[in-house]
């Protein structure tokens, strides 16, 4: 199982961007879903979150502004980032806890993109 994540990239401050995070491979289905995100010298953060339900939870600084969904015929998670602020810049990570063909439940990680906001 892979996760891939895309989007990343420099956006002005107020500006916004949209992430799309895909898992491949032998998946049998996916319950939750999440976009985390990482600067230098801190832990990574949770930013939102979604479970196979529809829940949904988002980070205090994101709520408002940031809107996670998730397309599960496609296996795919996305985050549309919106009036994005300079301390938004970060490696946007994506995760997701996949139970495979064999009916084993793993957690995987995208490689991270890079999210740069200019004031």
């Known amino acids: 199982v892979q996760l891939q994540a895309f989007g990343g990239g420099l956006v002005q401050a107020g500006g916004s961007r949209r992430l799309p995070c895909a898992a491949s491979g032998s998946i049998f289905t996916i319950n939750d879903m999440g976009w985390y995100r990482q600067t230098p010298g801190n832990q990574r953060e949770l930013v939102a979150g979604?479970?196979?339900?529809?829940?949904?939870n988002y980070a205090e600084s994101v709520k408002g502004r940031f809107t996670i969904s998730r397309d599960n015929a496609k296996n795919t998670v996305y985050l549309q980032m919106n009036s994005l602020k300079p301390e938004d810049t970060a490696v946007y990570y994506c995760n997701a806890a996949v139970i495979d063909s064999r009916f084993r439940r793993s957690d995987y990680w995208g490689q991270g993109t890079q999210v740069t906001v200019s004031s």
């Open positions: 979604s479970t196979s339900a529809g829940s949904t």
